[in-house]
């Protein structure tokens, strides 16, 4: 398969990138900022696995990186880039709000719109796998913005999946749900807020809560979640959630049940 990631520099991205190359698929490895290129490419090069690569800057906001997509050969599409906005509801700022849902949901969606509609449709074949997360379950007070937007990608892909049904069994739809992973993602979203008046006081403990809670519960590893999901991109089922790892996946399905 040829498989097209989005905001695959580190991390899950990165990682899942390796792993599918790995088991015999082209990856395309999309990185947010062109300099980017570099370092990406300088790793798969170590690893010698540039052969079943390709390496281009899309910012997925942006029209024009997303048109020179538009005539790509892809059979999987893995929306995995994303961003996250710390604060309280009431001190954030609208714009930083709009900004996230921006990249993590209208961005998007918008290559979905392009791929499945453009060109899964009329191939008659091809997968979208969504990069949502257990934030998008259980909302964490001062990360509501970061959580907002994986519910909102929980939401739309799985109404895409239910409307999809109605015309094709052809298009598989996935939704990956990762619970927490050292990746330095969720540092820069927590140092990413504004300082608060309402919580003036209790911004330091919170902070540092934020940060201990996270590296405690989170895993070094990403192991877990990249092996969903390879299953979700070589799944002809129609499962649609696939999430890891087993404890925070547990915790968020029995907060569902009785919240
Ligand atoms: N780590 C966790 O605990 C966790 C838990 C649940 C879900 N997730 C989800 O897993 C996915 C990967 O996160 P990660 O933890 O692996 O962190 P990561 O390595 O920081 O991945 C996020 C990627 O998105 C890129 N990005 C940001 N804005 C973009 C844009 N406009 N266009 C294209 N790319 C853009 C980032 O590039 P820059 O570095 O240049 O900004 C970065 O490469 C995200 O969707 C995240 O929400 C992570």
Do not use: W
Request: net charge neutral; aromatic share 10%; hydrophobic share 40%.
């Amino acid at each position: 398969m040829k498989v097209l990631i989005t905001g695959a520099t580190s991390g899950i991205g990165f990682d899942t990138g390796i792993k599918l190359i790995e088991r015999g698929h082209f990856v395309y490895f999309t990185v947010h900022r062109e300099e980017q290129i570099k370092t990406v490419v300088g790793h798969l090069k170590k690893l010698h696995l540039l052969d079943g690569a390709s390496v281009f800057q899309l910012d997925i906001t942006q029209e024009k990186d997303r048109k020179l997509i538009y005539d790509l050969e892809v059979d999987c599409l893995i929306c995995n880039a994303a961003i996250g906005y710390g604060g309280s509801i009431l001190d954030i700022p609208i714009s930083s709000l709009e900004d996230n849902f921006q990249v993590n949901v209208f961005s998007n969606i918008k290559l979905i719109q392009m791929y499945c509609g453009h060109l899964f449709l009329k191939k008659k074949t091809g997968k979208v796998v969504v990069i949502s997360s257990i934030a998008g379950i259980i909302p964490i007070p001062f990360l509501g913005s970061y959580c907002a937007t994986k519910a909102a990608l929980i939401s739309l892909t799985t109404c895409l999946k239910k409307e999809l049904k109605l015309i094709t069994d052809d298009i598989k739809i996935k939704l990956i749900e990762p619970g927490i992973f050292n990746t330095g993602f969720n540092d820069v979203m927590i140092e990413n807020r504004e300082e608060s008046s309402y919580f003036e006081d209790l911004e330091p403990t919170l902070t540092e809560l934020e940060k201990s809670l996270f590296s405690l519960l989170g895993y070094n590893r990403t192991n877990s979640i990249v092996k969903k999901i390879i299953y979700a991109v070589e799944s002809d089922s129609n499962r649609l959630i696939y999430s890891a790892p087993f404890l925070q996946k547990t915790i968020a399905r029995i907060y569902s049940f009785f919240r």
